[in-house]
């Protein structure tokens, strides 16, 4: 069952180096009102996309600043645990995660669907390019996985613009 959290970033995501791919870590916190304690608690979730496309990367480096609201949904979860200031902190980690709606303030309104040629390796995918992009898309406009869009790359198709008929 796949799990969908939508938040506010209260801080810019973090960019690591993953190999070939540059990373991004988010955090989001949710608050809820705990009926057992009467009492606000927090709900905290981690998250990260991995992308190794230039186009790619400079759209999560402009959408994954403070204040943006997102949309992240993961195939699975796992709990972590550590040692905060104030004792064992809990987070829920995201994995296999897609980012959806993306809202920044800086641009209009978008949505990143999962990105084309993740490392099956790696656990976490991370957003395709903007809808102006070029890509492998099917006719409904959802991307194709990296196993589908082989059947262009094997025949030396260039990438679409989504909404266009591919190349002959």
Same mark, same amino acid.
């Given at each position: 069952m796949a799990t969908t959290v939508t938040g506010?970033?209260?801080k810019a995501?973090?960019?690591f180096q993953a190999g070939a791919y540059t990373g991004f870590g988010v955090n989001i916190g949710k608050q809820y009102y705990d009926r057992e304690t009467k009492q606000k608690e927090w709900t905290n979730y981690e998250a990260a996309f991995f992308s190794n496309n230039e186009s790619q990367i400079n759209f999560m480096r402009s959408a994954l600043v403070e204040g943006s609201v997102i949309e992240i949904s993961a195939k699975e979860e796992? @709990?972590?645990s550590f040692d905060g200031n104030n004792g064992p902190v809990l987070s @829920? +980690?995201?994995l296999e995660c897609d980012l959806g709606y993306v809202f920044s303030g800086q641009q209009s309104n978008q949505s990143a669907p999962a990105q084309q040629g993740a490392p099956s390796q790696? &656990?976490?995918q991370s &957003?395709?390019?903007p809808p102006s992009q070029l890509? $492998? $898309?099917w006719a409904d406009g959802k991307v194709m996985s990296p196993e589908e869009s082989g059947y262009w790359t094997a025949r030396n @198709? +260039? &990438?679409w613009v989504k909404g266009t008929q591919p190349p002959a």
């Open positions: 506010k970033l209260n995501a973090r960019e796992k @709990i972590k @829920i +980690q995201l790696t &656990p976490q &957003p395709q390019m890509g $492998y $898309y @198709i +260039q &990438p």
